[in-house]
């Protein structure tokens, strides 16, 4: 088990919301234990706020290299706090990735170590809102409808949605990718964006809707929102854009069959997309970051020589 998985891994409140949520879902003893546990984390994060963490104490912006040719290790970017791992001196390839909703801004940044290569940049940017349970969001979740529906055993289907709250932080996050292309002196063709859950729709969103052709987007358990948008800018762009996606086929969080969903649709137009799915939850397991990894080096800007 990665560090990061293991991580996430949390005990669950025992308060009676979070049991009856857990009712709800009809998870039992039976579940496999690890799976139940990864479950219950979520699911209390995501209806109580409470936010798990991969786990890694922030960077603070006084810690910035005095290296004045070096970029620092944690600031404030186009607004956004950011945190940063890998080559900060002459990076070839960025790497942006966002955090899912209620985890804290420093979630991911354990990935910036485990997916570590000559030359690449990794940048964590830190969601701008707080979510109820006191971890970071891109945008609110309607909570009560969420509770309501998975009592009822209703799907999450966001596919007609466009989540509010979602062009502000596209807006953002497309303002610090060329802040990031123009402050590490690097192409946007070199820039890849990618996220978790809530990260992972925003950073499609982003990357469908780029002036210039960003480099590539990785998909951790994401999901489709915002269909007929979305349909529209993959057809206009062109083909061959490459996607990395991922999803656990019995993730209780954003179902399996959306992420197949918004699949089918990039593999249409065609876009080049690695697709791994795994035996699991809403979770980002060795065999993702093994393909993630793959994914990252197979790209032009791996080797790229720097300007």
């Known amino acids: 088990m990665d560090a990061c998985h293991a991580a996430r891994i949390h005990a669950a409140s025992d ?4 049991r009856a949520i857990f009712a709800a879902l009809k998870l039992t003893a039976a579940t ?20 798990p963490a991969c786990g890694r104490r922030a960077t603070s912006a006084s810690s910035a290299s005095s290296d004045e040719g070096e970029i620092e290790s944690a600031g404030t970017w186009a607004g956004l706090r950011v945190r940063t791992v890998g080559e900060r001196r002459h990076p070839k390839q960025v790497v942006i990735l966002l955090h899912g909703w209620g985890a804290a801004g420093t ?13 690449r940049l990794f940048v964590f940017p830190e969601g701008p809102l707080v979510s109820p349970g006191g971890g970071r969001a891109w945008w609110h979740i309607d909570l009560q409808r969420l509770q309501i529906d ?15 709250g979602l062009p502000e932080s596209h807006a953002q996050i497309t303002a610090l ?24 729709m925003l950073a499609t969103d982003v990357a469908l809707a780029a ?16 269909e007929n948008a979305w349909t529209s800018r993959m057809a206009a762009m062109k083909p061959g854009f490459p996607v990395f996606m991922s999803h656990g086929r ?7 069959r959306l992420a197949e969903a918004l699949r089918d649709h990039l593999q249409a137009v ?38």
Do not use: C, M, Y
């Open 15 to 18: 308060s009676p919301q979070a």
């Open 32 to 51: 496999e234990s690890w799976e139940r546990r990864l479950a219950q984390t979520l699911l209390v994060a995501t209806a109580l706020g409470v936010a």
């Open 107 to 119: 979630d991911l940044v354990p990935l910036g170590d485990a997916l570590r290569a000559p030359g």
């Open 150 to 164: 998975r009592a009822r055993g209703l799907e999450r289907d966001l596919r007609q949605e466009s989540p509010a």
């Open 177 to 200: 990718i060329q802040h990031i292309a123009a402050r590490a002196r690097v192409p946007l063709s070199s820039i890849v964006v990618g996220g978790f859950s809530q990260g992972a």
């Open 211 to 226: 002036s210039e052709p960003l480099g590539g987007l990785a998909v951790l358990s994401g999901s489709l929102v915002n």
């Open 250 to 256: 019995g993730d209780p969080v954003l179902p399996f």
């Open 270 to 307: 065609p876009h080049n997309v690695k697709w791994i799915p795994f035996n699991g939850g809403h979770e980002i397991p060795q065999v993702v970051l093994s393909g993630l990894t793959e994914f990252l080096a197979a790209l032009p800007s791996a080797s790229a020589p720097k300007n």
